[in-house]
């Protein structure tokens, strides 16, 4: 993870020394900071590098032999990578639901923890650009898509749009992070005028890294599937249920393990957006659904085929059912006050929610769209242990990221760390 | 005042137990990477300095185009053991292509499929080919009735019979998908790939309604004899592993004046292909006076394959 460092923040009290001096010193201390943990630190750390590297020996693999090791096939083009990769653009994009409280409704409560929302999005990010990439059958000549170097064929490859709006998303992020945190540890309060802008562009860019994703599907005329104008806002319905059911249960982690001290009322908050989306994301998911099966014909084939098979083939029915069911349930829980005040059932209501759109976002939108293929030929599709090991590696290097920036914002944001007085608690 | 301020590179500071363990596990962890990731040591093998940093087809010079197939037939001896030829015929001015198949004669032999296979340079496992043939039951269109798996004797009772390949669309969605502008359409009508600059997405793949992109999943096998040494860089030459190919109208064969190879090797005269633009062509005869029909017209895609009845 690098930070922007930002080039001239107005003000610069002289004998605090020099951004060049101090930068590298925010730099230095961050490494210290990602470092420095007990035991149950080491150990998680120790396990997702583990799962992680499995993850890239099983990539390299991949590269060498081809994509022959993976399920895929010319009727299933696109499997779990591109399936995670959905589904991790939508965790990305629903961080904002703390950056809009947090900033456009001054929220105190909800202001002084952002930042998790926007790690968060950092993550989830880099987690996004490494699903495209594992997926490419030549990913030795990925600087065919860099602007000037390449031929970037903007804009009419809604792919291209894709990775505009998900680096810049990255970019802003990295920014907003980087100056708050760099700021604060040099022990001065934030201006503005250095990070509000980027916030309120944020805001915007959030939407439209999960429309420009489904704009990816839902453009393609020969894919029935996908090629429905309620792909964009299922996409933000869900994924604002999946991104604050991942900070919810982030929070509930750092206090109950790191002890950290968040109030309850960013919690509560989150649980009331999620009341209201996690319905929107039923009705929409229930709208699609009517529209189909009411209709028939033989565009409806592809959600026989998720939710009831076809002809004999059923590999996606399980997961779509189990899919439906924990959406449901989670649904349910959001709704009942008595369930949201244990903290135990809403974190499992979070994690059946989270899991529930996983499979219905990820899997469950991206596999019926190739069965049966546009020549209506049957070719089922699961992942192979490739793909699963892949994909393991590239959460376990998600979450370290997440763990790690984290292990640096907290401290910092809580006043802990500051330029000058650091280390000092030690000596 | 601490130690820090006047230290300007802590990193050179004092030592600590704590600090020593985390730099033995980052170098250990360094080291697990290393292994990790040591397969792509056998890329190199595979994959040459010039390959690499090769620029896109459209903005070779003739030197660089002469330097390119130089490499690629030494590559061909080194890795198929083939003496093969690799060029590049350009579109005709004045020729935009056709192709036409008879439905009412096509008898399903197969002899199409395999003919492409040949020609162009397929993968012998997985027997791999541009063109699949559909037997399908008379009364239907729906391709969700339809089988390319059939092994039994042809023509059979009560079916007729569909040949699919590319049907290298006027309005091509695979063309617009392209993020890097590897496919692209010909002047003739022909949509190509430059096999050397596909990064391997397959949104292509995605995008076309008419199946008829195949993936390099692996690098083609085929034995040294079975090679076709009559290669175009924007046809059959063996593709790598990793890209995306189509069919390409034979531009090798069909540029030159010839036929291409799936239609010299069918045996019922089902297939017409020429020049759509010349008055006095047999597909241009064929288009004015049968009943010619194309697959999922109303997708817009507008397919210069067509197909047509007696």
Redesign the interface.
Known sequence: MSHHQPSAAPGAPADK?SHW?NY??FL?RSLVMA??GGLPFYAWMTFL?AVA??G??A???Q??????H?N????V??GIYIANFTFMVGVAAGGVMMVIPGYLYRDKDMHDVVILGELLAIAAIVMCLLF?TV????????W??IPGL????FP?????WD?IVLNGYLLLNLHICGYLLYIRYLGRTPNPRWYVPFVMISIVWAISIHTVTAF??SG????PFWNTALLAPRFLASAFVAGPAFLIVTMFVLRRLARVDIPDRPIQLLVQIVRVTVLINLLMLGSELFTEFYTGG?HT?HATYLFFGLHGHNALVPWMWTAVALNVVSAALFLLPAAMRNMWLLCAACVLAFVGIWIEKGMGLIIP??V??????LVEYLPSSIEWRVSAGIWAFGLMIYTVSLKIAIPIMRGDVV??????RKK | ??D??TI????LGQIDR?TAV?GI?ATL?LG??G??????A??REQ?SAEE?MQK?YKELTPEDKEAVFARLEREAKDQYGADVSIHDPQPIPGVRFGYAINLSVCNGNGKCVEACHKENNHDRDTNQSYI?V?EMPKGTT???H?N?TYTHDVPREGHYYLP?QCFQCENP?CV???????TWQEDDGIVVVDYN???????C???????A???????PTIPAEEVNPDQGYLSNRVR?????EKCHFCLHRTREGRMPACLEACPTGARIFGNMLDPDSEIRWVLKNKRVFVL?EE???RPTLFYFFD
């Open positions: 020394g001096a590298p010193r230095w470092t420095d590098t590297l499995v890239a020996n990539w390299a693999l590269v060498v032999d081809g994509m022959i993976t895929m096939t010319d009727h083009s696109w495209v997926d490419l059958g030549r990913p030795d000549r990925f065919h898509l390449g031929r970037f064929n009419i490859s809604m792919l291209t990775v990816l599907y393609l005329g020969g894919r033989s084939t769209g190739f049966p293929s546009t020549l209506h030929e330029l000058g007085r650091d280390g000092s | 005042m601490s820090e301020r300007s590179l802590p990193v704590r985390k596990g962890g697990a990477f292994v990790a990731i040591s397969p792509l056998r890329m994959l690499l896109h699949r559909f729906d391709f969700e339809g390319t699919v969605p617009d998908v392209c993020p890097v502008e590897a600059w596909c990064i391997g997405c397959r949104y793949q995605a995008a076309c309604p008419y199946h992109r195949r993936f390099n999943w692996k690098k790598p592993q990793g890209v995306v999922k997708l817009g895609a």
